[in-house]
């Protein structure tokens, strides 16, 4: 298998450099014809949709549409994917951040009752407690 960076998965999605596009799509193509697989890891997903929003202004529709086919994609591996499922549902309908959506997800599935925060965006979110 074949990890993914942020910037390699960028440039393969939003092909805006002919050069690195090329040579992030060759990689990909290579690890998945060798029967490998690419992963990619939750930090992967939250920078890619940091990213897709503030460098590129993608709307959040437009995202959530990205993750979904990037879950559905059966060459790429996404660590904990019915979490990450979760978190997108969570981003999709929800007033958060996603990065918050998974990190409430992830802390639950290790034991966590919830997860602390000051983002007020959360406050009605049973993963969490805001703090006031």
Do not use: P
Not at 48 to 65: D, M, N, Q, R
Not at 73 to 84: A, M, P, Y
């Amino acid at each position: 298998m074949t990890g993914l960076d942020t910037n390699v998965l960028v440039r393969y999605l939003v092909q805006d450099d002919k050069k690195q596009s090329k040579l992030a799509a060759e990689s990909i193509r290579k690890a998945t014809a060798e029967g490998k697989g690419c992963y990619i890891n939750h930090i992967v997903l939250c920078e890619l949709v940091w990213v897709l929003e503030s460098a590129y202004g993608f709307e959040k529709k437009t995202i959530e549409s990205v993750l979904e086919k990037i879950l559905s994609t059966k060459q790429l591996d996404v660590e904990l994917k019915d979490i990450v499922r979760q978190a997108v549902h969570d981003y999709r309908v929800g007033k958060g951040d996603f990065a918050d959506y998974l990190i409430g997800r992830t802390n639950q599935t290790q034991g966590c009752a919830y997860t602390t925060t000051f983002d007020r965006a959360l406050k009605n979110v049973t993963a969490f407690v805001v703090l006031e």
